[in-house]
């Protein structure tokens, strides 16, 4: 069966994650119907992550296999957008090997998260204003100790159905970014809820009621409920999925696009 991979991104607003759910709507849900509108078969997409109800993706990667293969991409590309709402787009589609995954054969994945350091009428759905003063170099220095760390139990939703909460964080800083403080954490998977826990308990840091020796005690206790309360998802942004060169080899060469704030 043919096997195709999407480049896409969506506003998660409106969505109650990626991952179908009895009884609620997701993303990967209205991508099936569109799909299956557009090629006239049904399909089941498999996405790179699964991220959590409210949280946005600008860039996302998902395969779906089908048992006719697409004459004209580009084509199905352009009905697809049609069907779709305005809230989710589809950049690219093209034809990889039948041993090419979007999830499992991803190395990495980012996720930024927008905190807006004064009022202001506009982005409040896309950030997050804490209502204290916040010390960044704290929180940076909170961050770095992440790297000594790989179980994150503490930063995880209680039962999941994940064998191991052991992570490997490749990147994790606060930076500015045009008026906005934007948390950066890179690492080869995050558990359920870990970016928002995470920055919620840097936050705890950054407001002074946690150490930074304190924030490592979080971590080494591996209970949810020492660590800080997750911040809100509409903040939250998956921004980049990253594949080995083995493991992504499109057919169809397509330039990647990616969009950012």
Excluded at 41 to 60: K, L, P, W
Excluded at 171 to 178: H, I, M, T, Y
């Amino acid at each position: 069966m043919p096997r195709y991979f999407m480049e896409m991104a969506y506003n998660g607003q409106n969505y109650h994650g990626w991952q179908i759910q009895p009884n609620a709507i997701s993303v990967q849900e209205v991508i099936n119907d569109a799909l299956k509108k557009a090629i006239r078969e049904e399909v089941n997409v498999v996405g790179a992550g699964r991220t959590d109800t409210g949280v946005h993706a600008s860039y996302f990667v998902a395969h779906f296999d089908c048992e006719q293969a697409i004459e004209d991409t580009q084509f199905i590309l352009h009905r697809l957008n049609r069907i779709l709402r305005n809230d989710v787009v589809v950049y690219s589609l093209f034809l990889v090997d039948d041993e090419a995954h979007s999830r499992f054969g991803a190395v990495s994945r980012t996720y930024h998260y927008y905190i807006k350091p004064f009022k202001t009428p506009f982005f409040n759905d896309i950030s997050y204003r804490p209502s204290f003063h916040i010390d960044v170099g704290k929180m940076n220095e909170a961050a770095y100790t992440l790297f000594e760390y790989t179980d994150f139990t503490s930063f995880s939703k209680l039962h999941t159905d994940t064998k191991t909460n052991n992570c490997k964080i490749m990147q994790a800083q606060w930076v500015d970014k045009d008026d906005m403080l934007v948390f950066v954490i890179k690492a080869d998977r995050f558990l359920r809820n870990m970016v928002r826990a995470v920055v919620g308990t840097l936050l705890e840091v950054g407001r002074g009621k946690m150490t930074i020796e304190q924030f490592k005690e979080v971590i080494e206790a591996k209970n949810r409920s020492q660590a800080g309360t997750s911040v809100p998802p509409q903040a939250l942004f998956l921004v980049d999925v990253e594949y080995s060169n083995e493991l992504f080899q499109p057919i169809e060469k397509k330039p990647p696009v990616q969009v950012d704030l």
